[in-house]
């Protein structure tokens, strides 16, 4: 509101399906970064802009577009009822194709300062690499865009890693979260360690070395989640219905 003016009203929508669809994913956004105001999901008095409590870091940026009502009766993977469950429509979903989020860094010259971060797939079972934006190609894996399945596709790559996590999502989630907060420390570790090594470069060879830095990044990513899809589908084997034990003692 400012001098009587009112951004959502003015500029927004209010019916029905915004109770469901919209209004929710902007109540859970405004939960995670100002936890100290209380609001209720399907409100239409959501602030059009809210006053964060504190300083946001990409992490949370990253980890509000993966999100899907985590904490709430309203996470499909969640505690809640089945009613609940299904309620909302999350942010991270899996018809997702891919999550994007667009840093600048002041600090650093413009050259250097831009950095894309990509998660192919769905983000809550995917990873978010940094790519520098002052490079002059991308990586081939990146590339290939196929309808169906392509194993030298990274979009195929990563959703496939979700596809089996989906698939028996309680017994293999875990292993999935721990891949995740290990390769995201990887990555953010490149990025520190790059700025320092192409500091001095300028030109044409600092364009060469960030777009070494991006293929490094995404072989780091897709080798991580490719080694992960065959830990996954060797676990999966043993949970299968047709399954049968057998009384050692027969």
Known sequence: MDNGLNFREVFGTADLSDRYYNTPR?????????????????????????RADGLIHIDQVQGYLASHY????????????????HQYRPISLAKTQESHVLQLRPDLPVTLSGIHWLAMGVAAESVYVPFYAGATTTPAAY???????????????????????????????GELQTVQKELAIQLGHHIIVTDQQVAALTGDELAMALTKANQKAADQALNTMQALAADLITKSTDMSPLNYDTDLNL
């Not at 969640?78 to 609940?84: C, L, N, R, V």
């Open 26 to 50: 902007v109540w859970y956004g405004q939960r995670c970064f100002t936890p100290s105001v209380t609001q209720t999901p399907e409100s239409f008095d959501l602030p059009f802009i809210q």
């Open 143 to 173: 590339q290939v865009a196929t309808e169906k399945y392509d194993a030298t596709s990274a979009y195929w790559i990563f959703k496939h890693v979700g596809i089996l996590v989906d698939a028996h999502y309680h017994e293999l989630h």
């Open 70 to 85: 985590q904490g709430t009766p309203f996470d499909p993977v969640g505690q809640g009822t089945a009613t609940e469950k």
